[in-house]
């Protein structure tokens, strides 16, 4: 009963700026670390940005340092992802990955959103 869902993605010009939303909902007694991950046309997908609890531990692949922000909010069960500069190479489908507990289940369990398309382009 657990679902992610991503919300935010769009087409922007390079340099521009867009803002990833994730939100999570149903039956979760714990959230632990949250992530950002994308996957562009023939390529791996590979982590963008994850966040552990308490926000405190952010880490952010080498080509989006200095760019994107990771955040989140517990109360809301929410990751976020603030993206600016954005070029072309950003182009990708942007997945939300959180680590979570349900209340059925005292395992901690990866969940996946079904994606949001980001495009950068003139």
């Known amino acids: 009963q657990v679902q992610l869902v991503e919300s935010g993605g769009g087409l922007v010009q390079p340099g521009g700026s867009l803002r990833l939303s994730c939100a999570a909902s149903?039956?979760?007694?714990?959230?632990?670390?949250m992530g950002w991950y994308r996957q562009a046309p023939g390529k791996e997908r590979e982590l963008v940005a994850d966040?552990?609890?308490?926000?405190?531990?952010?880490n952010y692949a080498d080509s989006v340092k200095g760019r994107f922000t990771i955040s989140r909010d517990n109360a809301k069960k929410s990751v976020y992802l603030q993206m600016n500069s954005l070029q072309p190479e950003d182009t990708a489908v942007y997945y939300c990955?959180?680590?979570?507990?349900?209340?059925?289940?005292?395992?901690?369990?990866?969940?996946w959103g079904q994606g949001t398309q980001v495009t950068v382009s003139s």
């Open positions: 149903g039956s979760i007694f714990r959230i632990s670390a």
């Open positions: 990955k959180a680590a979570i507990i349900s209340f059925a289940d005292s395992r901690s369990n990866d969940y």
């Open positions: 966040i552990n609890y308490s926000g405190l531990s952010r």
